[in-house]
């Protein structure tokens, strides 16, 4: 069952984000044979301190993947890669990964903990605060931002985004730049005295990460040291697609509350199967993941036993 060092495991997991290890280290301790493939960009890479993590609340993403490799290497069944994982063909049993390199390795289940990823956004300045003093989650960072003047950048969700926000701060301006938003939206906003500033952004004005101001196109500048914002996402590979997985229309992988997909063999765990965007909701996710595909392999060894007598 075990040969850490062959091209062949039992499990191979695409993505070694916190849903990817978190199923490494289950599936490690249940003895099976685990191929990390992990390109390494976790999505909260940009950020400085992660929070509301039990027991690693505000250490940083690097700090939080080092532990949990170091935990993992207990587990001597357990192998990483650090490379992408480009092709994938086979179905449940044999599943063949190709990486980018072109090696090749197989695996008898597959879990893709392939996350999502941040689609760029045309906003001059932001490059500096992402992560700073702009961030996507008041969950994750509202508490650190709390009481301060607070941009909110409309995009998507606007209108959550500002109510969920509203929570941590009672200055909060909505910043359009230049893009028209519903009617029915602006009313909201005037009904309860949120100031939106309709003019396109020229710049995000910051020192050393510290938001300083948004400077409008025309000329204005409005002083703000937080700024909120719902970047588009898009899934973190195309493999589960490509290999046929269902996906709904944000591109998320299609999965019930173990993991499994509609593909037999194949799993799904994270954010990249499920539209929580927590650590701790990827960290479970994973867990459950590598006890259902265990449970798999432990069913079918059951049965091999009593067609063995
Ligand atoms: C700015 C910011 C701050 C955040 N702060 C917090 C916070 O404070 N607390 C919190 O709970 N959450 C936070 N989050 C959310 C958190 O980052 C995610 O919920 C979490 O990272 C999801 O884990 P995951 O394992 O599903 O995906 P990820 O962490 O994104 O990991 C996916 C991994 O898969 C790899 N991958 C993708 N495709 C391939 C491929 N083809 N081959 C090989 N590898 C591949 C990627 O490189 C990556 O390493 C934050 C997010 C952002 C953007």
């Not at 080092?66 to 207990?74: D, N, T, Y």
């Not at 697609?241 to 999965?255: D, P």
Request: with cysteine; proline share 6%.
């Amino acid at each position: 069952m075990l040969n850490p060092s062959s091209n062949s495991a039992d499990v191979i997991i695409i993505g070694g984000g916190p849903a990817g290890m978190s199923a490494a280290l289950v599936l490690g301790r249940a003895r099976r044979s685990v191929l990390v493939i992990d390109e390494a960009l976790p999505r909260h890479r940009v950020t400085r301190e992660s929070h509301g993590f039990l027991t690693r609340d505000g250490v940083s993403p690097s700090e939080l993947r080092k532990v949990a490799r170091e935990q993992i290497a207990a587990y001597p069944s357990v192998r990483f890669v650090q490379t992408a994982a480009a092709s994938i063909e086979g179905s449940d049993g044999a599943f063949r990964v190709t990486t980018s390199e072109g090696e090749t390795h197989t695996g008898r289940k597959l879990l893709f903990a392939t996350g999502m990823k941040d689609l760029p956004m045309n906003l001059k300045g932001l490059e500096h605060v992402y992560g700073k003093s702009a961030y996507v989650c008041p969950y994750c960072d509202g508490w650190e931002m709390r009481d301060r003047p607070i941009a909110v950048i409309a995009g998507d969700h606007t209108m959550h985004l500002t109510r969920t926000i509203s929570g941590w701060s009672n200055d909060v301006a909505v910043f359009t730049d230049g893009t028209p938003r519903p009617e029915e939206e602006m009313t909201e906003f005037r009904r309860r005295g949120i100031p939106v500033y309709e003019a396109p952004i020229r710049e995000i004005s910051s020192e050393a990460g510290e938001t300083v101001a948004i400077i409008l196109e025309d000329g204005r500048e409005i002083p703000r040291t937080a700024i909120f914002f719902a970047p588009k996402l898009a899934p973190g590979s195309d493999l589960p697609v490509k290999l046929g997985c269902a996906v709904n229309e944000f591109g998320t992988m299609i999965v019930d509350e173990l993991g499994r997909s509609d593909l037999p063999g194949v799993f799904g765990a994270g954010d990249g199967a499920s539209q929580k965007y927590q650590v701790a909701a990827a960290v479970a996710a994973g867990s459950m993941a590598g006890v259902a595909i265990n449970t798999e392999f432990l069913e079918s060894d059951w049965e091999k036993r009593v067609q063995a007598r």
